[in-house]
């Protein structure tokens, strides 16, 4: 199936996180908090200003993106948990630190 957010609406798959502590223990599953971190997979054409324009999105298919512990809502599509947010929920794009390092 075929998804497509609409206006300035994201929808993003977690990204799960380590399954031990830092320290070596391995943490079970339910005790684990969901990731706050995902990838955008498809976004809406934006949100439109006062004068009616359609102002872009600022992320793009495939950021890595953090996001607040409540946000969005959970879906299932095709059989994966997936979720929906508007952009104003995302916190920041992670950029590559490859990248970082060369322009530094």
Request: glycine share 12%; net charge negative; charged share 35%.
């Amino acid at each position: 199936m075929k998804f497509r957010p609409l206006h300035d609406r994201v929808l993003v798959r977690r990204i799960e996180g380590e399954e031990k502590s830092a320290g070596g223990i391995i943490i079970p599953d339910t005790a684990q908090e969901k990731p706050s971190e995902g990838e955008i997979i498809a976004i809406g054409s934006g949100a439109r200003n006062e004068n009616g324009e359609i102002v872009a999105l600022d992320v793009k298919v495939g950021d890595r993106i953090l996001f607040g512990k409540w946000s969005g809502t959970e879906i299932k599509i095709d059989g994966e948990e997936l979720l929906i947010m508007k952009e104003s929920d995302v916190m920041g794009v992670i950029e590559n630190s490859k990248k970082l390092k060369k322009a530094a």
